[in-house]
């Protein structure tokens, strides 16, 4: 009976090892994906720190990382009426690794910067409309004006010497201010920042008079005292922000609404967004992050991608009409 040499036990081992390879191989896309997520989850904020944004996304991340068993990082890449930050997300890797927190400038900026660096349509891929609210008008609790009648009367007694701050060109605090300008007749100059945060600063240090600010950065300061609230720009009073009459009251017809939103880049797996979604949704109906949004008069919204991508496509037909009609541009 002849024995098999040594080699030929190698040579099946050595067979036997490529296959395993070549099926661990095969897999690994798989395997891959079906572990996501495997490394922390970037949340860019298209704003300074400090600001309703960075605020929301702050506490949208905590039920996130919960969620998802990783780490849920916060990013400032503030500028440029949010362009920078959300140009990073929409050229970064589509992996679910990196996300942008959107608000209202997203569907207003196609408009009012018609030369952006990416296509808004075409460089996302929708996850999850968050919630959506007012905005309100403030301004320091030592100014002169009480209520909106009063800013309306110094605005046409003083054209072109009122100041509104905003987080940034684009923004619903820079819309919200040009509309009032549009349906009220008067003019007042719009000062952006980089953010809620570094307005806000300048609000309460005097450099500008007011701020049709989100309802999200001006709760704690209303709150605290510091600054009064003259109107909310919702159609009509908001039950959660007590006390405070609408806008529309004294201008009629005005109504501007925040938002806030998370896209992927275009191209990540319908899986990762599947997972991303339940995890943000599961984020944004707990317990603690209504605690944290709804005093503010923003409303959880929640549904899935499909509700963000119907909403900022109507929101930028219907602010595209009002930046056309008023030729409104970036300053």
Same mark, same amino acid.
């Not at 036997?16 to 390879?21: D, K, M, P, V, Y």
């Not at 095969?26 to 572990?35: D, G, K, R, Y």
């Not at 009032?180 to 005097?206: C, E, R, S």
């Not at 995890?279 to 008069?297: C, L, N, T």
């Given at each position: 009976?002849?024995?098999?040499?040594?080699?030929?036990?190698?040579?099946?081992?050595?067979?036997?090892?490529?296959?395993?390879? /070549?099926?661990?191989?095969?897999?690994?896309? %798989?395997?891959?994906? =079906? @572990?996501?997520?495997? +490394? !922390?989850? *970037? $949340?860019?904020?298209?704003?300074?720190?400090?600001?309703?944004?960075?605020?929301?996304?702050?506490?949208?991340?905590?039920?996130?990382?919960?969620?998802?068993?990783?780490?849920?990082?916060?990013?400032?890449?503030?500028?440029?009426?949010?362009?920078?930050?959300?140009?990073?997300?929409?050229?970064?890797?589509?992996?679910?690794?990196?996300?942008?927190?959107?608000?209202?400038?997203?569907?207003?900026?196609?408009?009012?910067?018609?030369?952006?660096?990416?296509?808004?349509?075409?460089?996302?891929?929708?996850?999850?409309?968050?919630?959506?609210?007012?905005?309100?008008?403030?301004?320091? /609790?030592?100014?002169?004006?009480?209520?909106? %009648?009063?800013?309306? =009367? @110094?605005?046409?007694? +003083? !054209?072109? *010497? $009122?100041?509104?701050?905003?987080?940034?060109?684009?923004?619903?605090?820079?819309?919200?201010?040009?509309?009032?300008?549009?349906?009220?007749?008067?003019?007042?100059?719009?000062?952006?920042?980089?953010?809620?945060?570094?307005?806000?600063?300048?609000?309460?240090?005097?450099?500008?008079?007011?701020?049709?600010?989100?309802?999200?950065?001006?709760?704690?300061?209303?709150?605290?005292?510091?600054?009064?609230?003259?109107?909310?720009?919702?159609?009509?009073?908001?039950?959660?922000?007590?006390?405070?009459?609408?806008?529309?009251?004294?201008?009629?017809?005005?109504?501007?609404?925040?938002?806030?939103?998370?896209?992927?880049?275009?191209?990540?797996?319908?899986?990762?967004?599947?997972?991303?979604?339940?995890?943000?949704?599961?984020?944004?109906?707990?317990?603690?992050?209504?605690?944290?949004?709804?005093?503010?008069?923003?409303?959880?919204?929640?549904?899935?991608?499909?509700?963000?991508?119907?909403?900022?496509?109507?929101?930028?037909?219907?602010?595209?009409?009002?930046?056309?009609?008023?030729?409104?541009?970036?300053?």
């Amino acid at each position: 009976m002849l024995i098999p040499t040594r080699p030929f036990f190698s040579r099946c081992a050595l067979a036997f090892a490529a296959l395993g390879l /070549a099926a661990v191989t095969a897999a690994s896309p %798989a395997a891959a994906q =079906a @572990a996501f997520p495997d +490394k !922390p989850v *970037k $949340l860019v904020v298209p704003f300074a720190p400090g600001g309703g944004t960075d605020a929301i996304a702050r506490a949208l991340g905590v039920g996130m990382s919960q969620a998802l068993g990783q780490s849920v990082i916060i990013d400032n890449k503030p500028g440029a009426g949010t362009i920078i930050g959300t140009d990073f997300v929409a050229k970064s890797r589509p992996d679910g690794y990196t996300l942008v927190v959107s608000t209202f400038a997203h569907a207003v900026n196609p408009t009012l910067m018609p030369k952006l660096p990416f296509d808004t349509d075409k460089a996302f891929d929708p996850v999850i409309l968050l919630a959506r609210g007012p905005n309100v008008l403030v301004v320091r /609790a030592d100014s002169p004006y009480k209520t909106v %009648a009063d800013v309306l =009367a @110094a605005a046409k007694s +003083k !054209p072109g *010497k $009122l100041t509104f701050a905003s987080q940034g060109n684009g923004t619903s605090a820079h819309l919200a201010g040009e509309m009032f300008d549009n349906l009220a007749q008067v003019k007042m100059i719009h000062i952006p920042y980089k953010g809620a945060g570094p307005a806000m600063t300048d609000l309460l240090g005097g450099q500008v008079d007011m701020m049709f600010a989100t309802a999200a950065a001006a709760t704690p300061q209303i709150q605290s005292g510091k600054l009064r609230a003259l109107g909310v720009t919702s159609p009509a009073p908001s039950p959660e922000i007590k006390n405070v009459p609408a806008i529309a009251a004294s201008v009629p017809g005005y109504a501007v609404e925040s938002w806030y939103g998370l896209f992927a880049p275009a191209g990540t797996p319908p899986d990762v967004i599947v997972k991303l979604h339940d995890a943000a949704k599961k984020a944004a109906q707990s317990k603690e992050f209504r605690q944290r949004i709804e005093p503010e008069g923003l409303t959880v919204s929640a549904g899935p991608p499909e509700e963000l991508d119907a909403f900022v496509r109507s929101e930028e037909k219907r602010w595209g009409k009002v930046v056309k009609e008023n030729n409104l541009k970036i300053e």
